[in-house]
């Protein structure tokens, strides 16, 4: 019996240390240590310094601006591509910096 239990953990073992996914998201919650979560909101759209608007989500780029259900925004400091039509964002904070998670994206933010 307990030669089953040692394989079986082993294996589980193996798996979840293999995934890719554990390992990006071990990196990523790594550099959340000190933030908190200040709120959960949809995002409705966003629009950049160009006119450029959206109502759908498509990541962030620099300087474009997420407009969420309450007319709050925050503005995107950093690349990444997600497409979603109103996904929910967390919203975390350290008291001078956020953070926004959208599914397994993290995204570094900014006040407008």
Known sequence: MVSIMKKFLAVVTFLFLSTPTFAVWDFELMNLVGYTIIGNKKI???YDNNGKRGDSF???DYNRVIVFDNNKVLTCRGYR???AYRPTAIILSNGYSFK???GD???DM???
């Open 110 to 112: 900014s006040r407008s």
């Open 81 to 83: 591509y997600h497409y």
């Open 44 to 46: 409705t759209g966003w």
């Open 100 to 102: 926004m998670i959208v």
């Open 58 to 60: 498509e990541g962030c």
């Open 105 to 107: 994206d993290v995204y």
